[in-house]
């Protein structure tokens, strides 16, 4: 079985930093990137940043500058390392693996169970 599981969350004073860590575990097959991803109260989840298998790396234009993502392939974890945080960064932030399954055609999502970052001005 697959599982994701988030850590690393926690309060923080504006300026500050936090680094995150998602530990996956149980086989994935056809894995197309690790991704972080975030939800506000009442707001959409959105994309933080992603990872594909090559070290490309896409980051949301909010968090560009400030945020790091990063895999350790060997310890099968992603990172997400947060610097300059600001209030507005305040979320739950998600673990997500993407896979494809060549037999059906379709996108499948892994996801952990969410860490909370609070980040106080």
């Known amino acids: 079985q697959v599982r994701l599981v988030e850590s690393g969350g926690g309060l923080v004073q504006a300026g500050g930093s936090l680094r995150l860590s998602c530990v996956t575990s149980?086989?994935?097959?056809?894995?197309?990137?690790m991704g972080w991803y975030r939800q506000a109260p009442g707001k959409q989840r959105e994309l933080v940043a992603n990872?594909?298998?090559?070290?490309?790396?896409t980051y949301a234009d909010s968090v560009k500058g400030r945020f790091t993502i990063s895999r350790d392939n060997a310890k099968k974890t992603t990172y997400l390392q947060m610097n300059s945080l600001k209030p507005e960064d305040t979320a739950v932030y998600y673990c997500n693996a993407r896979t494809w399954n060549v037999n059906v055609r379709i996108w499948n999502d892994y996801w952990g169970q969410g860490t909370q970052v609070t980040v106080s001005s």
């Open positions: 149980g086989f994935i097959s056809n894995l197309n990137d």
């Open positions: 990872i594909f298998s090559g070290g490309s790396t």
